[in-house]
C-alpha cells in the first residue's frame, strides 16, 4: 500500500510539475531583440527590447520567451524589457551545470552590470518564483514583482496543504530528480502530456506549450524541479521591500469548492507578506498569458502604473 502511495504521489507531482513554468526557434517579429550566446557556466541568455524603466520577465519551466511574446510586444512601448531565457528550457541551449541558485546569482549580477534601477520582476511559474527569491534575496535591488502562478513554495501545489516542508517531501523530491536524470527526449515528451488539459485550455495553446518541452533538456528539468522542491521561501518573502502582485490560476478546476480551496492555499503562501496582493483568474488555467492576455496584460499594465 505505502508504495502504491508514493506511486501516486510521484504521477501526481510529475503531472502538475512538469508544466511548473512556462523561445529562441522564431524570432519575434515586431520587437528588436538582441540575444547572447550562453557561455559555459551562463545559466540565461536575454532578449532585450524597447527603451524606459527596466522590466525583467522569466519565463517557467520548459518555457522561454515565446510565452511572454504578446505580453513584451505591449510593454516594450513604454518600458525596456529584458526576457530571461533559462539554459536547458525549450529551444535555449543547455549547459552541463544548470543550477537555479546560479540562475538567480547571475540575474542580480546582470541588474548590477547593466545598471538597472530597481526593476520590476515578472515571472511565469518557475520565473514566479524567482521573482519572489530575488526580491527577498536583494531587496534593495529589486522594484516591484508580478509572480504569474508562481508560488514561494510549489510543494502544497501537490499536497493542496500548506503543513508541507521541505523536509517532508525531500524524499520525493530525490526521486523525480533521478527520474528525470534517466529520461530520453522522448520520455519527456510523452510525460509531459498527462496534465496537458489543466495547463490551458485550447489545443492551439497546448500545442504551443509541448513545442516547447520537445526541445527541453530532461536532466536540467529534472534539476530544476528538485530545486523547486527544496527551497521554501515561505517566511524569507518578509524580507521583500517592493510591491507585490501574485496572479493565480483556478480555471483547472472543476468545482467553486476546489477554486476556493486554491485560493486559500494561495493566500496563505502569502501570510509573511500581509501587504502583497492577490488576484485570481477563476476561468484560466496555468498559462494564463494564454487563456486570458487581455487579463493578464491589464493587471500588470495597472501594476506597473502604479508603482515603477
Request: charge should be negative; proline fraction near 4%.
Amino acid at each position: 500500500m505505502l508504495e502504491k502511495i508514493k506511486s501516486h504521489f510521484i504521477c501526481l507531482v510529475l503531472s502538475i510539475v512538469v508544466f511548473i513554468g512556462s523561445f529562441i526557434f522564431q524570432a519575434f517579429d515586431n520587437l528588436a531583440f538582441s540575444t547572447e550566446n550562453p557561455a559555459s557556466n551562463q545559466q540565461f541568455v536575454t532578449q532585450v527590447s524597447g527603451s524606459g524603466k527596466p522590466v525583467l520577465m522569466i519565463p517557467g519551466l520548459m518555457s522561454d520567451g515565446r510565452v511572454w511574446e504578446e505580453l513584451a510586444n505591449s510593454l516594450s512601448n513604454t518600458y525596456q524589457v529584458h526576457i530571461i531565457n533559462i539554459t536547458g528550457f525549450a529551444s535555449t541551449t543547455a549547459i552541463s551545470n544548470p543550477s537555479l541558485t546560479a540562475v538567480k546569482q547571475q540575474l542580480l549580477t546582470y541588474i548590477n552590470t547593466h545598471e538597472l534601477h530597481k526593476p520590476a520582476v515578472i515571472g511565469h511559474s518557475l520565473g514566479g518564483f524567482m521573482s519572489f527569491w530575488l526580491s527577498s534575496s536583494a531587496p534593495a535591488k529589486v522594484g516591484p514583482i508580478i509572480s504569474v502562478d508562481g508560488l514561494p513554495f510549489i510543494g502544497p501545489v501537490f499536497t493542496r496543504t500548506n503543513d508541507s516542508t521541505v523536509e517532508s517531501l525531500a524524499g520525493q523530491a530525490q526521486q523525480i530528480k533521478n527520474m528525470y536524470s534517466n529520461m530520453s527526449q522522448q520520455q519527456l515528451i510523452d510525460q509531459s502530456r498527462y496534465g496537458l488539459s489543466i495547463q490551458a485550455s485550447s489545443d492551439g495553446a497546448k500545442a504551443k506549450v509541448m513545442s516547447m518541452v520537445q526541445t527541453s533538456d530532461p536532466q536540467t528539468v529534472g534539476q530544476a524541479i528538485f530545486s523547486l522542491m527544496s527551497h521554501d521561501l515561505r517566511q524569507d518573502i518578509a524580507n521583500i521591500t517592493s510591491p507585490v502582485l501574485l496572479l493565480g490560476a483556478s480555471g483547472g478546476f472543476s468545482t467553486d469548492e476546489q477554486k476556493t480551496a486554491m485560493q486559500t492555499l494561495y493566500t496563505q503562501q502569502l501570510q509573511a507578506l500581509p501587504n502583497a496582493q492577490l488576484q485570481m483568474n477563476t476561468n484560466s488555467r496555468h498559462f494564463i498569458m494564454y487563456d486570458d492576455p487581455k487579463w493578464l496584460e491589464e493587471q500588470v499594465m495597472n501594476f506597473l502604473g502604479t508603482h515603477l
